[in-house]
């Protein structure tokens, strides 16, 4: 089943420059960057994009908010994201929500050179 929105975490390598680049190919040309606070914006294509650098720790995230991507869910975003940039990016197993429990909620799915790997990722403070 197609997520309603796209969110991924690539190491700090990165910058908005860079994942402006590969979405500008995969989506269609980003507007330019509006900085909101903490958060960066653009849309690429259609599809709303939110960069906030060092999201968790040193850790960016990725917030496409639209279904009218050309991934079906977060991992194969995040395969794509890894495949274009070359950096390591974490990723959702599957859409979560708070009823299933903080334990799930420290279940992630990391891809990297090594392939992809289900790991515990505690973003909490």
Known sequence: MRQPDIEIYLKEAVTYKD???WLAKVLGPCTEWKKKGETWKC???DVPVTWMPKAVGK???LYL?????PWEDDITCAHAAF???NVEV???P??????QGEADADRWIRISEDGQEEI???TGS
């Open 83 to 85: 495949k274009a940039l």
């Open 43 to 45: 849309t690429a294509g």
């Open 94 to 99: 599957g859409s979560w929500v708070e009823e």
């Open 19 to 21: 994942v402006e680049a």
């Open 90 to 92: 974490r990723c959702a």
């Open 59 to 61: 850790w960016n995230s």
């Open 65 to 69: 908010d639209s279904d009218k991507t």
């Open 120 to 122: 515990t990722w505690k």
